[in-house]
């Protein structure tokens, strides 16, 4: 009986069951992800960028007035928490990708940036947590200095764990998603929400920083980064999570040590090359040769070998970074703290009952990337297509070249504005100069941000391969830390050299007595040279296009270079 019925089950086509279980998974993976995801994923980066920047964007204020610190050293301490929180996106990328994962880097960046805010709020709160009010000139302990640093710290590991893994986390979303127009659809929100939230933050926050103290001012950045933290962790059953990576960095580090320890070994025209089975199939190049030595098959096993994708992956890394590297000084054009203590000595009134705060005038930067971007997006790109042949408009490297010269008319624009508005302060008369004067400089750091900023991120986005699409942004801001710790050498070396034999400082915290435009112009001299450094870069670059290394001996072709001069 038994027999008969096992021989009345049908048979069970095992290729059938494997297309069902293969079609329920993917299934499952189409439901996680796509659109719904993004109202948590992007708020949760716009409103951690309203609470950071509003924690920030007054900071030289604060450490003047609550801590008694000179403009000088504020200034310091401001460029060398810059310098340490983007320094951490190579940290941040790393775990993430390796590690951690970009759900968990971004909650506890989440959850770490709002404890630096709390700690931060409780300094204006608790009175022993900064100098006395009533002993003028009283500098801060040990502790006081600690605690402050420390909160600052805390705020500063958003540029870790958010900063490079929100835009990547969000595009991970649409992996089972072949639909390129969603993607455009979420990197157009991302960037207008993050616009958005800067201009908040500019106008907004530092108005109630200005107006209700900082009590209250310190408490909004608090409430908006809990509000940050909850929106992410309430999706988390929509995302979906990339698993991570452990071989993205560490492959690198193989690369160098085998090729050092082949470094004696002459390449031969029949050579074969160890290729990976799970990236897209990629021809090694003859440039770097001596990298080409890693991952070459002789004696060892192809396992212990690298790919050759691996040291192409390493070569386009090396590739960028003369060009990177010219990418240091112009962000030093782009500190905020002394735009603003000239915004405070001059007439900041719209009308009889409106006055702008010191700290909202970096909102005409803002206005005008939103302005050309759309401009240039729309209108310009189309027509510029035509004649160039170039789909994007210009090329990369065209527009960063640009972003580079409009630093040095920035500076030239700043430091003629201050030798007048520091002449009329000198003369004993009533200064009326208004404050908007400062409003072209902010301008065209604006348009500088427009071209260089993005101009560099295309770069490196069509350098490096897609396997290491998440790298761009913690590179961009590695440069960004680079950038801020020579901002800070340059503001200590020029006070230090100014003050001397007894001289006027010239960046003194009384901006009438010190000499800010000679610091502008400087600024304007080392970016031309900074510019001129970058054609020479460039030149480099072009001159290190890749040709393709045939294994089979039969000499080389050349390839298209991706860059042009």
């Not at 302990?141 to 805390?154: E, H, I, V």
């Not at 639909?179 to 993050?194: E, G, H, K």
């Not at 530092?206 to 900082?214: A, C, E, K, R």
Request: glycine letters at 6%; one cysteine or more.
């Amino acid at each position: 009986m038994e027999e008969d019925m096992n021989k009345e089950k049908p048979n069970i086509n095992e290729e059938d069951l494997q297309t069902k279980l293969l079609t329920n998974n993917n299934n499952n993976n189409v439901q996680k992800g796509g659109l719904k995801t993004m109202p948590f994923i992007i708020a949760n980066e716009a409103f951690e960028r309203v609470a950071s920047g509003g924690s920030m964007a007054n900071m030289i204020l604060y450490l003047m007035e609550a801590y008694h610190m000179e403009a000088v050293t504020g200034t310091s301490v401001m460029y060398m928490i810059s310098a340490f929180s983007c320094s951490l996106s190579i940290v941040g990328a790393f775990v993430s990708d390796s590690y951690l994962g970009r759900f968990r880097a971004i909650a506890i960046g989440s959850f770490s940036s709002f404890l630096g805010m709390t700690l931060l709020w409780l300094t204006s709160m608790i009175p022993q947590l900064t100098p006395s009010e009533h002993e003028t000139g009283s500098k801060p302990t040990p502790a006081q200095l600690g605690f402050l640093l420390a909160s600052l710290g805390l705020i500063s590991t958003d540029s870790a764990c958010i900063k490079p893994c929100s835009m990547a986390f969000g595009a991970d979303q649409f992996k089972h998603h072949n639909n390129p127009r969603l993607m455009d659809s979420y990197f157009n929100w991302y960037y207008a929400t993050l616009a958005v939230s800067a201009v908040i933050t500019s106008t907004v926050v530092v108005y109630i920083q200005d107006h209700f103290g900082w009590r209250v001012g310190f408490a909004v950045p608090v409430l908006v980064m809990l509000f940050s933290t909850l929106v992410f962790l309430l999706g988390s059953s929509l995302y979906v999570k990339v698993k991570v990576d452990k071989i993205t960095f560490s492959g690198f580090v193989q690369v160098l040590i085998v090729a050092f320890k082949n470094r004696k070994i002459r390449l031969l025209p029949s050579d074969s090359y160890n290729h990976s089975e799970e990236m897209d199939r990629v021809e090694l190049t003859d440039n770097l040769r001596f990298l080409n030595k890693a991952c070459v098959v002789r004696d060892a096993s192809p396992s212990s070998i690298p790919t050759v994708e691996k040291v192409e992956s390493l070569k386009s890394i090396i590739r960028i970074i003369p060009i990177w590297s010219s990418g240091i000084l112009p962000s030093t054009c782009f500190v905020t703290t002394f735009p603003i203590l000239q915004a405070k000595q001059m007439n900041r009134n719209i009308t009889s009952w409106l006055e702008i705060p010191a700290a909202s005038y970096v909102m005409f930067s803002i206005l005008t990337v939103l302005i050309w971007i759309t401009f240039y997006d729309r209108i310009l790109v189309p027509l510029l297509a035509k004649f160039t042949n170039e789909p994007r408009g210009l090329h990369p490297k065209t527009r960063i070249g640009i972003g580079f010269i409009l630093p040095v008319i920035a500076m030239v624009v700043a430091a003629i504005m201050e030798t007048i508005r520091r002449d009329l302060a000198n003369k004993n008369l009533p200064v009326n100069m208004s404050a908007m004067w400062l409003a072209p400089q902010f301008m065209l750091l604006g348009l500088t941000d427009a071209f260089n900023t993005i101009g560099q991120m295309e770069f490196y986005y069509s350098e490096l391969p897609k396997s290491m699409a998440s790298l761009v942004m913690a590179v961009f801001l590695l440069s960004a830390a680079i950038s801020a710790f020579v901002g800070y050498l340059l503001n200590n070396i020029v006070n230090s050299v100014t003050s001397q034999g007894g001289g006027i400082r010239w960046l003194s915290s009384d901006i009438n007595e010190g000499h800010l435009n000679y610091y502008y112009w400087l600024l304007s001299f080392v970016n031309l040279l900074n510019f001129f450094y970058y054609l020479f870069c460039c030149r480099i670059h072009h001159s290190s296009g890749s040709r393709v290394l045939h294994e089979v001996g039969e000499g080389r072709d050349s390839i298209e270079d991706i860059i042009h001069c």
